[in-house]
């Protein structure tokens, strides 16, 4: 069955530091990948996409790359700030239908913590 | 960007009712979904719901369970019927942004605890 794993439930990073969260998933052929962040009691903000044919994209302090080989993708945060403490998902959309027109599977999240 | 409102924002139920959530979206949209997150776990998709047609369910997830009405292209409303503690979760509806980046934009969620 089709997994997606993200790489640790909680993540401790100094302020300053880049954090590197990691997504991998199996048995799936994703059309493309995004990144949201969710804060407690909120839904999830959409971050960044990439698509299958692209290796990396960038937004501000934000990173993504996409290795369809190793089934996985980084997200990098660069400079990290207290206020970048949240939970980060990974979703995958099954098909590319235009338009986000496609139900998202999401991986259970990455609670990042930057510490002052 | 789309702005989205849920009602109720949270509620307790007793087991075996019945409770409807409502979604409304600041403007017209075609595709809209439903989630549930489970304490712990990732977001699941439970329908994908289009104005003028049945809604879709995922594999595990059925219309009599989870009735969805989408009578035009701001509302929807998901009812999560019989109600058991194993639908203590938290339920929410996102759009689709017709974007280069296929952003999807989500509600606050509605927390439901069942007793």
């Known amino acids: 069955s089709q997994k997606i794993e993200q790489n640790s439930e909680a993540l401790n990073i100094q302020e300053g530091k880049t954090a590197t969260l990691t997504c991998n998933y199996t048995?799936?052929?994703?059309?493309?990948l995004q990144w949201y962040r969710q804060d407690p009691g909120r839904g999830p903000v959409f971050l960044l996409l990439?698509?299958?044919?692209?290796k990396e994209k960038r937004k501000e302090r934000l990173k993504v790359t996409f290795d369809t080989t190793l089934k996985q993708s980084l997200f990098h945060i660069t400079a990290s700030q207290p206020a970048d403490s949240a939970t980060y998902l990974c979703?995958?959309?099954?098909?590319?239908?235009?338009?986000?027109?496609?139900?998202?599977?999401f991986g259970k999240g990455t609670h990042l913590i930057i510490q002052p | 960007s789309a702005v989205i409102s849920q009602k109720p924002s949270r509620d307790i139920c007793q087991r075996g009712t019945s409770l409807t959530i409502q979604c409304q979206v600041d403007?017209?949209?075609?595709?809209m979904f439903w989630y549930r997150q489970q304490p712990g776990q990732s977001l699941t998709l439970i329908a994908t719901?289009?104005?003028?047609?049945?809604?879709?369910?995922e594999s595990g997830f059925v219309i009599d369970k989870f009735p969805i009405s989408r009578p035009n292209l701001t509302f929807s409303t998901l009812t999560v019927s019989n109600m058991s503690p194993e639908d203590s979760s938290i339920y929410l509806c996102?759009?689709?942004?017709?974007?280069?980046?296929?952003?999807?934009?989500f509600g606050p969620g509605t927390r439901l605890t069942v007793t």
């Open positions: 048995n799936y052929s994703p059309a493309y």
């Open positions: 996102s759009v689709g942004a017709w974007t280069a980046a296929y952003e999807q934009y």
């Open positions: 979703a995958l959309a099954r098909t590319d239908s235009g338009g986000g027109a496609d139900g998202l599977t």
């Open positions: 990439i698509r299958e044919n692209e």
């Open positions: 403007s017209q949209v075609t595709m």
């Open positions: 719901a289009n104005q003028g047609s049945e809604a879709t369910y």
